[in-house]
């Protein structure tokens, strides 16, 4: 159908790749243990939105120019490093109060919206995401298929379907852990510094990414 084929084994191999720590997962988990699961949820959708963002350009062809135009994934590889390099900044510059003062928070809390801004965009200026959709959707397509763009946009939302619901339960297991650790400033200044230097790490890593 579509001409997809071994889609069993593009399940399996999304699943593996959506289970891997990166940027998208550090923050769902980050929203999650200070602001609880619906806060972790909207970070979830918003990166799901960035997804389908890039599976779009990738299947009709927008992300083709990021892998050719050096200039383009130049662009948006420093506006993510510089994103991710913020994220990180603001998560060792940020202090829990003590208990006393109420509830940890681990990362300054926002609304929904703006949330599920941030987790978009964490997504979205990630070039890398670009041209991994490039280089992994298309190794499940016939070469014959009747219609590429589709069956690339079929195989992208069931990526991102399974990414969704991973994504929601890392929310939910974060937001579990958050709860009981509400209260130990000191623990909670520990993650901030943790994820915050993972970020940074992350960021600096994306500024010297290569196209290939």
């Given at each position: 159908m579509l001409g997809i084929h071994d889609l069993a084994l593009f399940v399996l191999s999304g699943l593996l790749l959506n289970i891997t720590p990166g940027p998208d997962s550090l923050y769902i988990v980050g929203r999650s243990a200070s602001q609880g699961w619906r806060a972790g949820a909207t970070a979830a959708?918003?990166?799901?939105?960035?997804?389908?963002?890039?599976?779009?350009a990738a299947a009709f062809g927008l992300s083709a120019i990021l892998a050719t135009s050096a200039a383009a994934f130049t662009v948006v590889k420093l506006l993510g490093a510089g994103y991710l390099l913020y994220v990180g900044v603001s998560l060792l510059r940020s202090r829990s109060g003590s208990p006393a003062n109420g509830p940890v928070q681990r990362i300054a809390p926002a609304t929904l919206r703006q949330i599920y801004t941030q987790g978009f965009l964490t997504n979205l200026l990630n070039p890398k995401v670009a041209l991994f959709f490039l280089a992994f959707v298309p190794q499940f397509i016939d070469p014959a298929a009747p219609d590429k763009p589709l069956a690339f946009v079929a195989l992208g939302a069931i990526f991102d379907f399974n990414g969704m619901l991973w994504c929601n339960f890392l929310a939910w297991s974060a937001a579990t852990a958050g709860a009981r650790?509400?209260?130990?400033a000191r623990l909670a200044n520990i993650l901030?510094?943790?994820?915050g230097c993972l970020f940074v790490g992350l960021g600096i890593k994306l500024v010297f990414a290569r196209q290939n």
């Open positions: 959708f918003g990166v799901g939105s960035g997804t389908l963002v890039h599976v779009l650790l509400k209260g130990n901030n510094r943790m994820t």
